[in-house]
């Protein structure tokens, strides 16, 4: 007689294993994409098409370090200083240095247009200057970085970008010499004068849709601030506040929309608002998760390291930009490393709103770790790892919202429990009173 076995329902897959297993994929896809344009090869120099679209020089970058920081256009031309390479990554990056750096790329002209428009996707090079020959062989040179007021710009953008001229048929090398305290990066890329004027404005809606997300945010909670008074809404909007001044200082917005004739506060700016973040957020962490309750030693370990970073954020007006920046850069990964541990252990210990807090963070970490790998050398900049931390902000503050809804939600829930078994016990009294008086009436 043949043996039938009976096989049982699945389970419900644990929340815990299936977060897991979304961090484990996150992380693959996000690899392959940090990954995929490192297999592109380059071979053949970059050219303007007739439709003059834009150009992008990753992998045709060659560079030249020079050490002392002092060599000269002229030097690094006749090989006083070395020779130039190909760059090791698709976009150079070379992190923090001390060293200055001559890059080289050529470019060939098949359209009719001849005014282009040189940009440096990375706007926190102190000083840049592009060098390259223009009519009867003159050198041309045009000098910049975010050590200069705004309009000093050759295009009011929030990346850096340079006139150069080319004519049609011809074939440019372009020279540009770097020297930044910041890390050193430069994703180039070459447009026509009218595209770069539409590349523009697709950045400026996008930078516009998400702050206007973040203040969304700030708008909502401090609704829910009126209608509910938590301490955790007003570090909520505290957090959103900080994160949304360290995104605008990031990608250069700060500077252009608000600090225009001030590059050495926006410049502060960056390594001050990161220190604040990190204060509001494990400050809004601290009482969401309730630690003080929950998890005391991790709650002390919390204010620790609020007061390093309220002593980071002083020492911003004291120490160079260089060494904070570096501060600055460990104590982001810290932060993001530090809220995701808080939540997993909540969650681990049964603090179910600790569920949306871990999620986003979760997010926000994978994206935040992406940055700062990029900017101390370890990952390549590109489109994805300039653009992961907006992506990934966007996305913590609205489940982070989501949160809050959640832990209001349940502490309702619990306020009408415990208002009903006061109730239910005023009752039982009422009516255990009204025997007794009957009893003392009947005797």
Same mark, same amino acid.
Request: contains cysteine; glycine residues 6%; aromatic residues 14%.
């Given at each position: 007689?043949?043996?039938?076995?009976?096989?049982?329902?699945?389970?419900?897959?644990?929340?815990?294993?299936?977060?897991?297993?979304?961090?484990?994929?996150?992380?693959?896809?996000?690899?392959?994409?940090?990954?995929?344009?490192?297999?592109?090869?380059?071979?053949?120099?970059?050219?303007?098409?007739?439709?003059?679209?834009?150009?992008?020089?990753?992998?045709?970058?060659?560079?030249?370090?020079?050490?002392?920081?002092?060599?000269?256009?002229?030097?690094?031309?006749?090989?006083?200083?070395?020779?130039?390479?190909?760059?090791?990554?698709?976009?150079?990056?070379?992190?923090?240095?001390?060293?200055?750096?001559?890059?080289? +790329?050529?470019?060939?002209?098949?359209?009719?247009?001849?005014?282009?428009?040189?940009?440096?996707?990375?706007?926190?090079?102190?000083?840049?200057?592009?060098?390259?020959?223009?009519?009867?062989?003159?050198?041309?040179?045009?000098?910049?970085?975010?050590?200069?007021?705004?309009?000093?710009?050759?295009?009011?953008?929030?990346?850096?970008?340079?006139?150069?001229?080319?004519?049609?048929?011809?074939?440019?090398?372009?020279?540009?010499?770097?020297?930044?305290?910041?890390?050193?990066?430069?994703?180039?890329?070459?447009?026509?004068?009218?595209?770069?004027?539409?590349?523009?404005?697709?950045?400026?809606?996008?930078?516009?849709?998400?702050?206007?997300?973040?203040?969304?945010?700030?708008?909502?909670?401090?609704?829910?601030?009126?209608?509910?008074?938590?301490?955790?809404?007003?570090?909520?909007?505290?957090?959103?506040?900080?994160?949304?001044?360290?995104?605008?200082?990031?990608?250069?917005?700060?500077?252009?929309?608000?600090?225009?004739?001030?590059?050495?506060?926006?410049?502060?700016?960056?390594?001050?608002?990161?220190?604040?973040?990190?204060?509001?957020?494990?400050?809004?962490?601290?009482?969401?998760?309730?630690?003080?309750?929950?998890?005391?030693?991790?709650?002390?370990?919390?204010?620790?390291?609020?007061?390093?970073?309220?002593?980071?954020?002083?020492?911003?007006?004291?120490?160079?930009?260089?060494?904070?920046?570096?501060?600055?850069?460990?104590?982001?990964?810290?932060?993001?490393?530090?809220?995701?541990?808080?939540?997993? =252990?909540?969650?681990?210990?049964?603090?179910?709103?600790?569920?949306?807090?871990?999620?986003?963070?979760?997010?926000?970490?994978?994206?935040?770790?992406?940055?700062?790998?990029?900017?101390?050398?370890?990952?390549?900049?590109?489109?994805?790892?300039?653009?992961?931390?907006? +992506?990934?902000?966007?996305?913590?503050?609205?489940?982070?919202?989501?949160?809050?809804?959640?832990?209001?939600?349940?502490?309702?829930?619990?306020?009408?429990?415990?208002?009903?078994?006061?109730?239910?016990?005023? =009752?039982?009294?009422?009516?255990?009173? =009204?025997?007794?008086?009957?009893?003392?009436?009947?005797?």
């Amino acid at each position: 007689m043949r043996d039938f076995v009976t096989i049982s329902p699945l389970r419900e897959v644990p929340f815990e294993t299936k977060f897991r297993w979304g961090v484990w994929l996150l992380s693959f896809v996000l690899s392959i994409g940090c990954c995929a344009p490192l297999l592109a090869a380059a071979s053949k120099i970059p050219t303007v098409n007739a439709q003059g679209t834009m150009v992008d020089f990753a992998n045709h970058i060659e560079y030249l370090e020079d050490p002392s920081g002092n060599g000269t256009f002229e030097e690094a031309l006749i090989g006083s200083l070395g020779r130039f390479e190909p760059s090791p990554k698709e976009t150079p990056n070379f992190g923090f240095t001390k060293s200055a750096y001559f890059f080289r +790329v050529e470019v060939q002209n098949e359209s009719a247009y001849t005014d282009f428009v040189l940009e440096i996707g990375y706007p926190h090079i102190d000083r840049v200057e592009v060098f390259y020959r223009g009519d009867d062989a003159k050198l041309v040179s045009h000098s910049g970085g975010d050590h200069r007021i705004f309009s000093a710009r050759h295009r009011p953008h929030r990346t850096l970008n340079f006139p150069v001229k080319i004519d049609t048929g011809e074939v440019k090398p372009i020279y540009l010499r770097v020297k930044t305290d910041s890390s050193v990066q430069l994703p180039l890329r070459l447009f026509t004068e009218r595209g770069f004027g539409d590349h523009m404005a697709r950045e400026n809606i996008g930078n516009a849709l998400f702050v206007g997300i973040m203040l969304v945010m700030i708008l909502f909670n401090a609704f829910l601030y009126l209608v509910f008074p938590d301490r955790a809404n007003l570090l909520y909007i505290g957090f959103v506040a900080s994160n949304l001044a360290v995104q605008t200082a990031l990608n250069g917005t700060l500077f252009a929309w608000m600090l225009p004739y001030y590059p050495a506060v926006a410049n502060t700016a960056i390594v001050f608002s990161i220190f604040l973040t990190g204060i509001f957020m494990f400050l809004f962490s601290r009482t969401f998760l309730e630690l003080p309750e929950r998890m005391p030693k991790a709650n002390t370990v919390v204010l620790g390291i609020v007061g390093a970073s309220f002593v980071g954020g002083i020492l911003c007006f004291f120490l160079s930009y260089a060494i904070m920046a570096k501060l600055a850069a460990l104590t982001a990964i810290v932060i993001f490393v530090g809220t995701f541990i808080l939540g997993l =252990q909540s969650f681990r210990r049964g603090y179910e709103p600790a569920r949306y807090f871990l999620v986003a963070f979760a997010t926000f970490l994978v994206c935040g770790v992406i940055y700062a790998f990029k900017a101390t050398g370890f990952l390549p900049s590109n489109a994805f790892t300039d653009k992961a931390v907006l +992506v990934g902000s966007a996305l913590q503050v609205t489940l982070l919202s989501l949160a809050l809804a959640h832990r209001f939600k349940l502490i309702q829930d619990e306020n009408a429990r415990v208002q009903k078994e006061i109730a239910e016990t005023e =009752q039982e009294l009422q009516e255990e009173l =009204q025997t007794r008086v009957h009893l003392i009436s009947g005797a």
